[in-house]
């Protein structure tokens, strides 16, 4: 029997293309150009193979997003006066809160969205960050999707700042109640904005390279 040598597929910088970061046009790099020089014909934004130093911004924006993630959780989210009494509610009180009043739905999901996601995504580009670092070729496709779930279910963990804005919109029972947004809203908001902007510097791409490195390496 005749064996063929399977020869794996031909990568865009080893073709010499580059993909645009704002219209994801896929354009071909001019000979004598070198990397940043070339911008995209469509809509001129400056090409690059990888997103730049996305290792390091990334890095960066997860270590701001967990160090504002504590005042998020220690200081109050909620600050609600009635009858001259004040009751200051952080996260996971007001989590706490909802289910003992018998509201299990409403306290899911905004333990879900305000604990668990932000948590979750810290994890996640914290790993994805570190196999990239490593050049580990574990898995690629199973990161990668992990990369697009974090990418795509962040914004919802502004969720709780969405309660309390509605909250402090619509109870306004005279003089008697009312609802404030505390500080601790403002630092959860930080916290989603930063881990947004996380997923969006890390270049997933980075994952992909280990694999064609590996590749090279075994084939050689």
């Not at 290792?55 to 270590?63: D, Q």
Request: charge should be positive; include cysteine; glycine fraction near 6%.
């Amino acid at each position: 029997m005749k064996t063929t040598s399977v020869h794996p597929p031909q990568t865009a910088i080893k073709a010499g293309l580059f993909n645009c970061h704002g219209c994801s046009l896929l354009v071909r790099r001019p000979s004598n150009a070198f990397t940043g020089s070339v911008r995209c014909p469509r809509c001129n934004t400056r090409l690059h193979i990888r997103k730049p130093n996305s290792i390091k911004r990334t890095w960066a924006l997860v270590i701001a997003a967990m160090i504002f993630y504590l005042p998020a959780n220690l200081l109050p989210v909620t600050i609600t006066t009635y009858m001259g009494s004040t009751q200051s509610d952080t996260i996971m009180s007001g989590v706490i809160y909802f289910m003992q009043t018998g509201s299990l739905g409403v306290g899911l999901i905004i333990f879900v969205a305000s604990i668990v996601v932000p948590i979750s995504k810290l994890i996640i580009l914290c790993g994805l960050l570190l196999s990239v670092q490593k050049g580990t070729s574990w898995r690629p496709k199973d990161r990668t999707v992990l990369y697009r779930m974090t990418e795509l279910v962040g914004r919802w963990s502004m969720l709780d700042v969405f309660v309390v804005t509605v909250l402090v919109a619509l109870v306004r029972m005279g003089y008697m109640t009312t609802i404030e947004a505390g500080p601790g809203a403002m630092y959860f908001g930080v916290v989603v904005v930063i881990t947004m902007f996380a997923a969006m510097t890390f270049d997933p791409r980075l994952i992909w390279d280990a694999m064609e490195k590996n590749d090279e390496s075994t084939t050689c």
